[in-house]
């Protein structure tokens, strides 16, 4: 029985096949076919840039390690503007200059002790780090969520697919009124495509997700980090002159 299954789907031929798969086959299979070519491009695209941000953030962080005037520092970093790391420490520097702007004027003035709103000039600079982190973790983040749907809805529309073609192979066996291996094969094989396809689909996908994710977290933990080592040096900074 086993034997003879097997003998009438390899009978099967791939022209058999593609011939039978049927309009709404065709359908989801371009539709896969978009998934899978857009997926690959934001594959190799989101590898590339991953690459060169990685590359530049360690030039910097060098940079900012060897370096202990922050001055020096931020004229030094104004070539770098990829990595996420470097627009946090431009954007804390700026706030920087704010704030010893403030304590100037407030020198001159003496009408507050630098004393009393030195914390809310910490904070100041602690929010200015979270929201550029925050801006700079979902521009890292772009495009992924293309991946997380092609893993996801990829493997349904093959299933879909399958489920049509063979729904529309035992209709046609219905209509002829008696049935056989030999009928049935070609009508399965095809609608199987679809469900191979999608998985053909979604698997790149769903490794690439998760790999340019952990990548992306690595990143994320990297910029937190030097947030918040950037801050303690701007704490100490500034305490030397209250």
């Not at 698997?203 to 992306?216: G, K, Q, S």
């Amino acid at each position: 029985m086993m034997k003879t299954i097997f003998q009438s789907f390899s009978d099967v031929s791939l022209i058999d096949i593609f011939l039978k798969i049927g309009l709404v086959g065709y359908v989801i299979l371009m539709i896969l076919l978009g998934f899978s070519i857009v997926s690959w491009a934001i594959i190799f695209y989101k590898y590339r840039k991953l690459r060169q941000i990685q590359k530049e953030s360690q030039k910097f962080l060098e940079l900012y390690q060897e370096n202990s005037d922050l001055g020096e520092v931020y004229a030094a970093s104004v070539a770098l503007r990829i990595a996420p790391v470097v627009r946090v420490f431009k954007a804390g520097y700026l706030e920087l200059q704010r704030i010893r702007k403030e304590m100037m004027t407030i020198n001159v003035e003496r009408k507050v002790s630098m004393e009393v709103i030195f914390p809310d000039w910490i904070e100041d600079l602690a929010s200015v780090l979270q929201e550029t982190i925050v801006r700079e973790t979902a521009l890292l983040e772009h495009l992924l969520i293309f991946l997380a749907i092609t893993t996801s809805s990829a493997p349904l529309l093959g299933l879909l697919g399958t489920v049509w073609g063979i729904m529309a192979s035992f209709w046609s066996v219905g209509m002829q009124g008696y049935t056989s291996l030999n009928v049935i094969a070609p009508g399965v094989s095809a609608a199987l495509v679809t469900t191979i396809a999608g998985l053909l689909t979604a698997i790149p996908a769903a490794i690439a997700y998760n790999m340019l994710l952990n990548r992306i977290k690595s990143l994320s933990s990297e910029i937190e980090c030097f947030a918040s080592g950037f801050t303690n040096v701007v704490r100490r900074e500034l305490r030397k002159v209250l």
